[in-house]
């Protein structure tokens, strides 16, 4: 028998939505990505998503093996991704779906998982 401590759980406050941000560099070979990243501390606050009902989580992936038109987003549980997520269609993304709950359609590029019909 081992003499170490039992492992701690791990806390998480409550989130309505999770924000991935690839910020792999054949996402964005300029680090667009990773600026985007860097910004959304001071967006979320500004828009209420910091914490409450809204909050949304957001994290740093390294590659969603989609290599084309970054900086490239994903919203969970929604299951929306984004592509072309330029400074200004973050705010959009931000206002319209983290904030309003509907996706921002011309900047979609897939859904998923596929659903199966109840």
């Known amino acids: 028998m081992s003499d170490s401590k039992p492992m701690e759980k791990p806390k998480m406050g409550l989130y309505r939505r999770h924000l991935l941000v690839c910020v792999g560099p ?11 990243f860097e910004t959304l501390g001071e967006k979320f606050k500004a828009a209420g998503l910091d914490q409450g009902d809204l909050r949304v989580k957001r994290t740093r992936t390294f590659c969603f093996a989609t290599c ?3 900086p490239i987003v994903c919203v969970q549980p929604d299951g929306i991704w984004y592509y072309n997520v330029t400074e200004s269609n973050l705010d959009r993304i931000i206002a319209q779906h983290l904030v309003g709950g509907e ?4 900047l979609i590029y897939h859904r998923g998982p596929a659903l199966a019909e109840a």
């Not at 054949?26 to 990505?33: F, K, N, Q, V």
């Not at 996706?103 to 011309?106: K, R």
């Open 26 to 36: 054949r996402c964005t070979e300029d680090g667009a990505s990773q600026k985007l």
């Open 68 to 70: 084309k038109s970054g």
């Open 103 to 106: 996706p921002v359609e011309d």
